[in-house]
């Protein structure tokens, strides 16, 4: 399997921008951090989670998978394509680069 592609925050923004019909921002991260700051819109199943609750998620959809750095993140995104969903790719540097270039107003931690 090709490994799972890697998008920057600006390209990722402008893909769920161009694809907001078919298009998920999927949060991985744990219920606190996800309380304490999120992109609105974004999808949060934590990673944990993913599993047991793979039939919420759509196989045709295409997925920007996001935690805090990128790390688990790509787990969770290779994990997805090891199940079929195709159109998977790992937000780089997580939502920590997100608020640096694309919403400097979220919060960091």
């Known amino acids: ?35 304490q700051v999120h992109v609105e819109g974004s999808r949060h199943i934590p990673m944990g989670e993913i599993p047991e609750r793979l039939g919420e998620l759509d196989p045709q959809a295409r997925y920007v998978v996001m935690c805090h750095h990128g790390g688990r993140s790509q787990r969770v995104a290779e994990f997805l394509a090891s199940k079929g969903y195709a159109l998977v790719a790992n937000l780089a540097g997580g939502i920590d680069a997100w608020a640096q270039v694309v919403d400097p107003n979220l919060g960091r931690y």
């Open 1 to 35: 399997m090709a490994g799972v592609p890697q998008l920057s925050p600006g390209a990722a923004h402008n893909l769920l921008l161009e694809q907001a019909d078919k298009a998920v921002l999927l949060d991985v991260r744990e219920p606190w951090e996800y309380a």
